[in-house]
């Protein structure tokens, strides 16, 4: 599993994220505290608010394809980009 912090700002932005991650095959969920949604369900994203730092999980050994598709989302623990 991979694991990375993403913060996601505005309603566009989480569209944005949803649209990018439904084109890979890989399982993402997104945690926000005891959270967990399905990172493809734009509700379940929706949900979760904005401006917030978030665990990003892929359930894969390797997915650098995706990471580099969402890259703009990464951030540190303290919503940093990367």
């Known amino acids: 599993m991979i694991t990375r912090n993403i913060i996601l700002r505005s309603q566009k932005e989480v569209m944005e994220f949803v649209?990018?991650?439904v084109q890979y095959p890989y399982s993402v969920e997104v945690a926000l505290g005891r959270e967990t949604m399905d990172a493809k369900s734009v509700l379940g994203m929706l949900a979760l608010g904005f401006?917030?730092?978030m665990n990003m999980n892929i359930q894969s050994e390797n997915a650098e394809d995706l990471l580099e598709a969402v890259s703009k989302f990464l951030c540190t623990q303290f919503g940093q980009a990367v």
Do not use: K, L, Q, T
Request: net charge neutral; hydrophobic share 50%; proline share 0%.
């Open 51 to 53: 401006n917030r730092v």
């Open 19 to 21: 649209d990018i991650v």
